[in-house]
């Protein structure tokens, strides 16, 4: 009780009255790491991270952390089709049940490709196949069953997606 406080507890003291003036300052939106920075800039002495860190919940100065907004609104399905096919992925004769997937592949940095196909579950050969750029959507499928369509000579085959939309023709 009696003894005078180190120069280590005297600093301390003094980072902390600097902290408390820069937390105001800042709206108490700094975490330790830019507390750091900002310390080592107003002292000579470099202080360490973990000092900062334990200084700031000795002085009870921690930040408002906001709470991200969600970026996505999650849709219901508008429509759910039967299942004719019930995993009977067999034919008897070809262009009798077809299934159509879409494939994404991604290359270079953070580009990407659509592989839209349909396959004849007769003997498993590739009916129809289109390749888009950049993008998923309902017209890289419809172009790969319209060219699906030109070959068929009267069939009416059954084309099941993987998202489980079975279509007659």
Not at 12 to 39: A, G
Not at 104 to 131: C, N, P, T, W
């Amino acid at each position: 009780m009696n003894r005078t406080p180190s120069p280590r507890e005297k600093q301390n003291k003094e980072i902390i009255k600097e902290m408390k003036v820069l937390h105001k300052k800042v709206d108490e939106s700094f975490r330790y790491r830019q507390m750091t920075l900002h310390m080592n800039r107003k002292f000579e002495e470099k202080l360490n991270h973990k000092r900062i860190y334990r200084l700031m919940k000795v002085a009870g100065s921690s930040s408002v952390i906001r709470v991200k907004k969600k970026q996505y609104k999650p849709s219901s399905v508008q429509r759910i089709a039967e299942n004719i096919l019930i995993c009977e992925f067999r034919a008897e004769k070809p262009n009798e049940k077809w299934v159509t997937d879409v494939t994404e592949f991604k290359y270079g940095s953070s580009k990407k490709a659509y592989l839209s196909e349909i396959r004849d579950l007769y003997d498993g050969s590739i009916i129809s196949y289109y390749v888009l750029g950049h993008s998923n959507n309902y017209s890289l499928v419809s172009k790969t069953v319209d060219q699906a369509i030109l070959q068929l000579n009267g069939e009416q085959p059954l084309i099941h997606s993987v998202v489980g939309f079975p279509i007659h023709l």
